[in-house]
Protein backbone atom coordinates (compact mmCIF):
# COMPACT_ATOMS: atom_id res chain seq x y z
CA UNK A 1 0.00 0.00 0.00
CA UNK A 2 1.11 3.53 -0.62
CA UNK A 3 2.27 5.86 2.46
CA UNK A 4 3.08 9.23 2.50
CA UNK A 5 5.66 10.23 5.63
CA UNK A 6 6.25 13.69 6.15
CA UNK A 7 8.61 15.99 8.86
CA UNK A 8 9.09 17.16 11.41
CA UNK A 9 5.85 17.30 12.84
CA UNK A 10 6.94 20.64 14.55
CA UNK A 11 8.89 23.51 14.15
CA UNK A 12 10.12 26.64 15.70
CA UNK A 13 12.36 29.02 14.30
CA UNK A 14 13.64 32.60 13.78
CA UNK A 15 13.36 34.66 11.46
CA UNK A 16 15.88 34.90 8.70
CA UNK A 17 16.81 30.89 9.56
CA UNK A 18 16.71 28.40 6.67
CA UNK A 19 14.06 26.03 5.83
CA UNK A 20 14.09 22.34 4.51
CA UNK A 21 10.56 20.33 4.80
CA UNK A 22 10.48 16.78 3.51
CA UNK A 23 8.17 14.50 2.38
CA UNK A 24 8.59 11.19 0.82
CA UNK A 25 6.23 8.67 -0.62
CA UNK A 26 6.11 4.89 -0.58
CA UNK A 27 4.42 2.14 -2.39
CA UNK A 28 3.86 3.76 -6.17
CA UNK A 29 5.84 5.65 -9.05
CA UNK A 30 5.94 9.18 -10.48
CA UNK A 31 3.21 10.25 -8.29
CA UNK A 32 2.27 14.06 -8.55
CA UNK A 33 3.11 15.70 -5.58
CA UNK A 34 2.14 18.94 -4.05
CA UNK A 35 2.41 21.53 -0.79
CA UNK A 36 -0.39 22.99 0.43
CA UNK A 37 0.10 25.83 3.32
CA UNK A 38 -2.69 26.42 5.92
CA UNK A 39 -2.65 29.51 7.53
CA UNK A 40 -4.81 30.26 10.84
CA UNK A 41 -8.45 30.59 10.29
CA UNK A 42 -8.01 30.24 6.58
CA UNK A 43 -8.34 27.41 3.99
CA UNK A 44 -5.67 25.49 2.10
CA UNK A 45 -3.07 27.67 -0.20
CA UNK A 46 -1.57 25.35 -3.14
CA UNK A 47 2.18 26.54 -3.00
CA UNK A 48 3.96 23.94 -5.51
CA UNK A 49 3.61 20.71 -7.22
CA UNK A 50 5.40 18.63 -9.27
CA UNK A 51 4.41 15.53 -12.04
CA UNK A 52 8.03 14.29 -12.07
CA UNK A 53 11.89 14.57 -10.96
CA UNK A 54 13.12 18.03 -11.08
CA UNK A 55 9.43 19.60 -12.51
CA UNK A 56 8.02 22.28 -10.23
CA UNK A 57 5.77 24.35 -10.70
CA UNK A 58 5.33 27.41 -8.31
CA UNK A 59 1.15 28.61 -7.51
CA UNK A 60 2.27 31.71 -5.61
CA UNK A 61 5.63 34.09 -5.61
CA UNK A 62 7.11 33.88 -2.26
CA UNK A 63 10.83 33.27 -0.43
CA UNK A 64 9.67 29.75 -0.72
CA UNK A 65 10.74 27.34 -2.96
CA UNK A 66 10.53 23.52 -3.95
CA UNK A 67 12.60 20.63 -5.39
CA UNK A 68 12.16 17.30 -6.37
CA UNK A 69 15.49 15.49 -6.03
CA UNK A 70 14.15 11.96 -6.50
CA UNK A 71 10.93 10.30 -8.02
CA UNK A 72 9.15 9.89 -4.55
CA UNK A 73 11.01 12.91 -2.57
CA UNK A 74 9.57 16.25 -2.40
CA UNK A 75 11.23 19.23 -0.50
CA UNK A 76 10.01 22.63 0.77
CA UNK A 77 12.87 25.28 1.04
CA UNK A 78 13.30 29.09 2.07
CA UNK A 79 16.74 30.60 2.36
CA UNK A 80 15.57 33.13 4.75
CA UNK A 81 12.01 32.29 7.15
CA UNK A 82 9.59 35.52 7.48
CA UNK A 83 7.05 35.46 10.16
CA UNK A 84 4.35 35.60 7.44
CA UNK A 85 5.41 31.83 6.85
CA UNK A 86 4.26 30.32 9.72
CA UNK A 87 1.82 28.15 9.29
CA UNK A 88 0.35 24.18 8.57
CA UNK A 89 2.12 22.54 5.98
CA UNK A 90 0.66 20.34 4.45
CA UNK A 91 2.98 17.59 1.69
CA UNK A 92 0.23 15.68 -0.81
CA UNK A 93 0.57 12.98 -3.41
CA UNK A 94 -1.74 11.68 -6.30
CA UNK A 95 -1.92 9.42 -9.00
CA UNK A 96 -3.71 12.22 -10.85
CA UNK A 97 -7.79 12.39 -12.13
CA UNK A 98 -10.12 11.06 -9.70
CA UNK A 99 -7.92 9.63 -8.13
CA UNK A 100 -7.90 12.61 -5.11
CA UNK A 101 -4.94 13.28 -2.97
CA UNK A 102 -3.62 11.74 0.10
CA UNK A 103 -2.05 13.93 2.88
CA UNK A 104 0.83 13.54 5.09
CA UNK A 105 0.33 14.77 8.69
CA UNK A 106 1.63 18.07 8.13
CA UNK A 107 4.28 20.52 9.61
CA UNK A 108 3.32 22.98 12.30
CA UNK A 109 5.74 25.73 11.61
CA UNK A 110 6.32 28.60 13.86
CA UNK A 111 8.51 31.59 12.54
CA UNK A 112 9.65 33.61 15.64
CA UNK B 1 -11.72 30.16 -12.94
CA UNK B 2 -12.54 26.76 -11.08
CA UNK B 3 -14.17 27.55 -7.85
CA UNK B 4 -15.50 25.70 -5.15
CA UNK B 5 -17.96 27.09 -2.41
CA UNK B 6 -19.11 25.92 1.47
CA UNK B 7 -21.56 27.73 2.41
CA UNK B 8 -21.33 28.27 6.03
CA UNK B 9 -17.51 28.39 7.65
CA UNK B 10 -19.41 26.83 10.87
CA UNK B 11 -22.26 24.95 11.46
CA UNK B 12 -23.19 23.91 14.95
CA UNK B 13 -25.66 20.53 15.40
CA UNK B 14 -26.75 18.65 18.71
CA UNK B 15 -25.98 15.38 18.40
CA UNK B 16 -28.02 12.20 16.90
CA UNK B 17 -29.10 15.18 14.91
CA UNK B 18 -28.94 15.65 10.45
CA UNK B 19 -25.49 17.13 9.45
CA UNK B 20 -25.75 18.90 6.00
CA UNK B 21 -22.62 20.57 4.99
CA UNK B 22 -23.54 22.53 1.81
CA UNK B 23 -20.89 22.72 -1.48
CA UNK B 24 -21.21 23.66 -4.82
CA UNK B 25 -19.19 24.30 -7.44
CA UNK B 26 -18.03 26.01 -10.34
CA UNK B 27 -19.08 24.45 -13.73
CA UNK B 28 -15.81 24.60 -14.76
CA UNK B 29 -14.89 22.24 -12.25
CA UNK B 30 -13.81 18.82 -13.53
CA UNK B 31 -16.56 16.39 -12.61
CA UNK B 32 -14.36 14.98 -9.81
CA UNK B 33 -15.50 15.67 -6.47
CA UNK B 34 -14.30 14.99 -2.92
CA UNK B 35 -14.84 15.60 0.34
CA UNK B 36 -12.09 15.82 3.30
CA UNK B 37 -12.06 15.83 6.70
CA UNK B 38 -9.25 17.22 9.03
CA UNK B 39 -9.16 16.89 12.91
CA UNK B 40 -7.03 19.26 14.56
CA UNK B 41 -3.04 19.20 13.54
CA UNK B 42 -3.78 16.58 11.19
CA UNK B 43 -3.63 15.99 7.66
CA UNK B 44 -6.78 16.11 5.39
CA UNK B 45 -8.29 12.33 5.46
CA UNK B 46 -10.41 11.57 2.09
CA UNK B 47 -13.95 10.93 2.99
CA UNK B 48 -15.69 10.03 -0.06
CA UNK B 49 -15.46 10.72 -3.68
CA UNK B 50 -16.87 10.83 -6.49
CA UNK B 51 -15.87 10.53 -10.13
CA UNK B 52 -18.41 8.70 -12.22
CA UNK B 53 -21.57 6.21 -12.03
CA UNK B 54 -23.89 6.52 -8.86
CA UNK B 55 -24.76 10.28 -7.95
CA UNK B 56 -25.37 9.24 -4.78
CA UNK B 57 -21.54 7.96 -2.89
CA UNK B 58 -20.94 6.50 0.32
CA UNK B 59 -17.99 6.96 2.83
CA UNK B 60 -16.54 6.59 5.83
CA UNK B 61 -18.00 7.04 9.66
CA UNK B 62 -21.50 7.08 8.21
CA UNK B 63 -21.23 10.18 5.77
CA UNK B 64 -22.71 10.66 2.27
CA UNK B 65 -22.81 12.92 -0.78
CA UNK B 66 -25.18 13.66 -3.27
CA UNK B 67 -23.78 15.07 -6.91
CA UNK B 68 -26.83 17.21 -8.70
CA UNK B 69 -25.27 18.37 -11.96
CA UNK B 70 -27.95 20.09 -12.63
CA UNK B 71 -27.81 22.04 -9.68
CA UNK B 72 -23.64 22.29 -9.02
CA UNK B 73 -23.69 20.97 -5.83
CA UNK B 74 -22.31 18.07 -3.68
CA UNK B 75 -23.50 18.38 -0.33
CA UNK B 76 -22.45 16.26 2.74
CA UNK B 77 -24.91 14.50 4.41
CA UNK B 78 -25.12 12.42 7.73
CA UNK B 79 -28.29 11.43 9.65
CA UNK B 80 -27.12 11.12 12.78
CA UNK B 81 -24.21 13.43 14.47
CA UNK B 82 -21.44 11.68 16.66
CA UNK B 83 -19.13 14.33 19.03
CA UNK B 84 -16.42 12.55 17.24
CA UNK B 85 -17.56 14.12 14.24
CA UNK B 86 -16.53 17.50 15.11
CA UNK B 87 -13.95 18.72 12.89
CA UNK B 88 -13.18 20.70 9.55
CA UNK B 89 -14.70 19.78 6.51
CA UNK B 90 -13.19 20.81 2.60
CA UNK B 91 -15.09 20.29 -0.32
CA UNK B 92 -12.80 19.76 -3.11
CA UNK B 93 -12.85 19.13 -6.81
CA UNK B 94 -10.69 18.63 -10.19
CA UNK B 95 -8.50 16.50 -11.33
CA UNK B 96 -4.52 16.61 -11.15
CA UNK B 97 -5.09 20.08 -9.53
CA UNK B 98 -7.42 20.02 -7.32
CA UNK B 99 -9.78 23.71 -6.05
CA UNK B 100 -10.56 23.62 -1.88
CA UNK B 101 -13.46 25.24 -0.54
CA UNK B 102 -12.35 27.18 2.32
CA UNK B 103 -13.56 24.51 4.79
CA UNK B 104 -16.62 24.06 7.28
CA UNK B 105 -16.24 23.83 10.68
CA UNK B 106 -18.42 21.26 12.08
CA UNK B 107 -19.75 21.19 16.34
CA UNK B 108 -21.10 18.65 17.39
CA UNK B 109 -23.44 19.53 21.15
CA UNK B 110 -24.48 17.74 23.44
Known amino acids: SQTIHQWPATLVQPVGSPLSLECTVEGTSNPNLYWYRQAAGRGLQLLFY??????ISSEVPQNLSASRPQDRQFILSSKKLLLSDSGFYLCAWSAGGGYGYTFGSGTRLTVV | AQSVTQLGSHVSVSEGALVLLRCNYSSSVPPYLFWYVQYPNQGLQLLLKYTTGATLVKGINGFEAEFKKSETSFHLTKPSAHMSDAAEYFCVGGGNKLTFGTGTQLKVEL
Open chain 1, 50 to 55: SVGIGQ
